[in-house]
């Protein structure tokens, strides 16, 4: 008998430590979800969030891959328009503009010019300095964007005449204060239209996202980069050698979409607005200035920030402006923004900015 309940105890012990081993590998399993269904982002500050003194943490964005409750718009602590991870770019958005843009516009911006226009000789050595060269290609205007054309002003363009395709890689080697670098293999590639005051960037791949992809510490990136570097700066000097009066800039665009920030913030904004996040035509558009959460969001994604800078940079010509940002995706990936640069007390071009949505997506359960 007491052989029977040895044997009895022994097994009763192996089933109790094989339930706490499932129970173990239940547990880390949904720990192990939750890890792969976040991703933890961190923006590069700019030189805009060291000015105005934006704290680090607010660079910090967690994707969800997949719902959860924390990060849920009917969440009853989700307090905005947006979900939960995207609230930092709310603010920044906010910031940028109080602080970067309009002081700009009142002559006190913060933000010297580096690089100005000049003659087309000057703007050759300036891309040689920096190992910039330009590079041919037959890229035409997508069916989409000639949708878009048609509400501008000036109409669709003419694609052999009107468009010209100015393709920038950084190729070459280069000197900049650390000395002698090699070539980051960046690229920006636009289409520009100057018959309606429009700029298009379809490829955008800057020299600190190439070398950041390198693996080199964030503090000793600016060793590995020329000094002209950045796409808003680039492009205003081919579009201010293009023009007699660079100030008829009214439209600037990105196409095809891909980093992870501004990718999600549109999805999320699809999915809220029209229930999809693919084949989103430019009939069924989304407008949104910047009193919105939307347009403040998008103001301080990835691709945003070169509106900032050329509104800052070149407020003495440009003017007042209050700008407007229309999304929509033509179908699969390609992801597209507009940014109407609307003169003060004009109308923007492309229809009424989009209404504040339900309470639900503000706070009040669901």
Known sequence: MPRTLGLFGVYALFLHLVAVLLLSDQVNARIDRTITETKVLHLVPSDIDRAINIPDSSNRVILPFGRQDHTSPFSSHAKRTLSEPFHCLIEKGQQYYEQGVLPAFDGQSRFPNPFTGGSESGIEDLLEDSGWASNDDNTRLGKHWKDAFGSMAGGVPDDNKDVIRIFLDQSGDFVNDYGKQDATSATYHGLYVPHNGAIIIFLSVSPRNKVER?????????????????????????????????????????????????????????????????????????????????????????????????????????????????????????????????????????????????????????
């Not at 050698?241 to 008829?248: A, G, T």
């Open 214 to 366: 390198r693996r080199v510490p964030m503090e000793d990136i600016p060793k590995y980069i020329p000094r002209l570097n950045q796409l808003s700066d680039l492009v205003w000097l081919a579009w201010d050698n293009l023009v007699e009066n660079p100030e008829v800039l009214r439209y600037y665009a990105v196409e095809g979409i891909f980093n992870a920030v501004a990718k999600n913030l549109m999805d999320e904004i699809f999915q809220q607005r029209r229930g999809t996040t693919n084949d989103i035509p430019w009939s069924l558009r989304l407008t949104f200035d910047l009193k919105s959460d939307e347009g403040k969001a998008l103001f301080a994604s990835p691709n945003g920030i070169a509106v900032n800078w050329l509104l800052i940079h070149h407020a003495s010509l440009l003017g007042r402006r209050e700008p407007r940002v229309t999304i929509f995706n033509p179908g699969g990936s390609n992801r597209c923004m507009i940014w109407d640069l609307v003169p003060q007390g004009a109308s923007g071009s492309f229809g009424d900015v989009e209404e504040e949505i339900p309470a639900v997506w503000s706070g009040s359960g669901g």
